[in-house]
């Protein structure tokens, strides 16, 4: 179809004031039988669209670009997530329920969207970000904050020369142009046009150390998802997991004391397990100190034909719940899910076709949503696509202690608190009295049947004494480019009405009441810069402030 023809639909688009999908396709019906052509797509509108603008032929309508945007719900939790996967190694674990597909990294699938994205591009980490940002920017999303996770194993078992290779390939495909090193590569991050504002990787409870931590600190990661699938030391063992209960609680501590954001990876319906045995496995995650995440990836256990666990389904040793089953499990779960945590996943993302017995629904999560059976979780609050009416936020402080220290979640909500704007986690991780100086009594509330945490040399030890750590900082609603503040798009939004700048006052007013005389970020680096804004410098891969008590 030639050009000016399609000039002439987003032309008719204008005048036409159309706000819905049903308008838009009904304006596309009636156009292409006028013209006689074929249906106009939403990318190839959204291209015109954009000449027309770029040309001056017309002006920005936020109104054509949200009804053109395919998927508005990618960027609608405040940033572009990509994902990548590293090339296939080595796995030291031997568990039950994973599969080896040949030219995959373990546990992963060729057919899974963000595995077929590697694959095809050879598991070169830097094609497979410009890839992505190509795709993105293509169906209308903005893609300046980029949030990286980074799969396909155990990170920590990685040979050090190749994390470090693979890490800088992901910065250069960010900023556009090649580095001498990775701190080069980091620091021009800090103001390209695409700025990596946090970083994720995946790996075992046993291989975090302190010496990991601070190695991953050093490549920009901030996050953490840990592979922990169940806190029963009987089922881990028939699964073959091959880590304890001790090393969950252990690395838990440890990541949260260097101030990293902790994802856990759950199986329900695992061998040895039952609904009932679930159920209050989450219930104590989130009751007993030594667990406590900040969000969760729940993966219901499934039958493949290329794991271990195919054969014992097979022989009649192994059978999935049924979906009845499985729905009532998840919806229980989905009430005991603390306010100060995410459910990032329901459902891992594999294609039905490779799924021999278990849960074949990929959106359950949506279906149980269409059903009104919500949570109080951070996801299902989000702000999403709403304005900010100021008059209707209240700031809201929850407290909960958690691995040897307090956390407080700090969050501007609606009234009704249905409705989640922004959010910010401080970890204290010694809580002192201001005149003796020494630990508060109540700070660590185990049971007396767990041993107490042992001594050790983090994040404490390597910066000043007495600092508190803020873990994350997160405003919701659409991603918007970082370049057009005065827009009447950004004014309204959520991201960018200092809410953000808000919850760090009051953070940084807690902790003086604390008389910590430090604060520190864990910041990805396309967010040091904003960091700067309110006095933060750079120390020990951190953005840390000294503080003056009044």
Known sequence: MKEKIKEKFINKLVRARTTSLSQLLQLKRKFSKEYKAPLLSNITLLAVYRQMVSKRSIKRIERIEKLL???????????????????????????????????????????EPAAQRAFLNKFDPYKQVKMRIVALNKTGHPTDKIELIILGGSWTAYPEKYKAWFVKRLFEAANGRPASDLPKAQKDNEKARHRIIGLSV????????????????????????LGIQSIYPEVLRKIKRGHTVEHIVKATKILKDFGFKIVYHLMPNLPGSTPAKDLKMFKTIFSDERFQPDMLKIYPCVVLRTAPLYKSYKQGQFKPYSPKTLNELLVKIKKVVPPYVRINRLIRDIPGDSIIAGNKITNLRQLLQDKKVKCQCIRCREAKSKTIEGKDIILVKRQYYASGGQEIFLSLESKDKKTLYAFLRLRLPQIYDAQARKPALGINRMSSSHPPYPTSQTFQSAMLSDTA???????????????RRADSQIRSAVQHSGLGYKLMQEAEKIVRKKSYKKIAV???IGVREYYRKSGYRLENTYMAKALINH
Request: aromatic share 6%; glycine share 8%.
């Open 69 to 111: 945007k395919r998927r508005e719900i990618r960027t609608l939790s405040g940033v572009s997530v990509i994902t990548v996967l590293t090339k296939p190694f080595p796995c030291p674990g031997k568990c039950v329920y994973c599969p080896s597909e040949k030219g995959m990294p373990k546990s992963y699938l060729k057919n």
């Open 202 to 225: 995946e790996t075992r409870p046993d291989l975090v150390t302190e010496k990991e931590a601070w190695k991953m600190r050093e490549l920009g990661i901030t996050r953490l998802e």
């Open 469 to 483: 750590l803020i873990r994350e900082l997160h405003t919701y609603g659409q991603s918007l480019p970082l370049r």
């Open 522 to 524: 864990i910041s990805g």
